[in-house]
């Protein structure tokens, strides 16, 4: 019988390679994050976040025949980032100009979160993106780990026998 477990948290010390010397990290003194595996709860919040409404609509044409159209907005890559660090970074080491952390871990809004986020160096934002796929692969760009994450939620899973 399946048994759910805990979600994984994996941390990660991350170096960034730049041709601007200030943004560079090196091993020495690397970015360490942490990242839970995103449960359905996570993924549903996700796509509330990303959704965006669709638009539908038949007007006249110049002919005066029907004519069916959408608008619809696509959801930006950088807020798609913004989004899921948001919902699954358990801390990050990244201190401000005066040695605070940048993030407490107790941003309550998106919006709290985003204002520190941004002003991250797009380097630093895409590195720890990239440790937040590694936690949760199915929420990439269908590279070769997509939706083959290697921690399961349950244990104990078999093969369901299909009757014919």
Do not use: H
């Amino acid at each position: 019988m399946p048994k759910l477990i805990t979600p994984t948290e994996k941390e990660f010390s991350l170096t960034v390679d730049s041709r601007y010397a200030e943004r560079q990290v090196s091993s020495d003194d690397p970015i360490v994050v942490k990242f839970k595996q995103a449960t359905e709860a996570t993924n549903l919040r996700r796509q509330e976040y990303l959704a965006r409404p669709i638009k539908r609509m038949w007007e006249k044409d110049q002919d005066g025949g029907d004519q069916y159209r959408e608008e619809f907005q696509l959801t930006s890559f950088g807020k798609r980032m913004a989004v899921d660090v948001y919902l699954t970074m358990a801390s990050c080491n990244i201190t401000d100009e005066n040695g605070r952390p940048v993030f407490s871990g107790k941003e309550r809004t998106f919006e709290e979160f985003l204002a520190k986020w941004g002003r991250l160096w797009s380097e630093w934002a895409e590195t720890i993106y990239g440790a937040c796929l590694r936690v949760n692969p199915s929420w990439g760009f269908g590279g070769e780990d997509e939706n083959d994450d290697d921690e399961a939620l349950t244990l104990g899973e078999e093969t369901a026998d299909v009757a014919a």
